[in-house]
């Protein structure tokens, strides 16, 4: 159902999943639940929050710290908790402003983590977009969990 994008949900994807080498060795992490059952349903929007608040490709790994909300080198301990929070801020109201309707995030990252520990992006995706469709790549390993997604997602648009 390819209709140039008028009926399909718009949904926030990590950019490693659509296959783009935008991770911190330069590498990616192409999903194909993401690149071929999701792309004729959803327009899928790729962004990469550690790429896009200027951290660059390649950088160096980043950490949550322990017991804190804090986004950090895991060598050297540098700071980006700040960088990120701006960056976010004026990237989920573009989003909000394209109607985004769902996000799919990659699971065990720092930033976009979902469950366990959740990442630094993702705890602000969620406070601006609460009840919004979120999952990681681990939850679409079939195809009933990609409609699924999609089901959920079409019903937040439609709200």
Request: net charge positive; glycine share 10%.
């Amino acid at each position: 159902m390819n209709d140039g994008g008028h009926d399909r949900p718009l949904v926030g994807v990590s950019s490693c999943l659509m296959g783009e080498n935008v991770r911190w060795n330069g590498g990616h992490k192409r999903n194909t639940a993401v690149t071929e059952r999701l792309t004729d349903e959803l327009r899928l929007l790729p962004v990469c929050p550690e790429l896009e608040c200027g951290l660059g490709v390649p950088r160096p790994p980043l950490v949550l710290a322990p017991g804190t909300a804090r986004l950090l080198e895991r060598e050297g301990g540098i700071d980006h908790s700040e960088t990120m929070r701006k960056w976010a801020g004026t990237k989920l109201d573009r989003l909000a402003a394209m109607d985004l309707a769902g996000y799919i995030l990659k699971a065990r990252s720092p930033s976009c983590a979902l469950v366990e520990r959740r990442g630094f992006f993702t705890r602000l995706l969620l406070a601006r977009f609460p009840g919004m469709p979120t999952v990681d790549e681990s939850m679409l390993a079939d195809e009933a969990a990609c409609r699924d997604l999609v089901a959920r997602a079409r019903a937040y648009a439609a709200r």
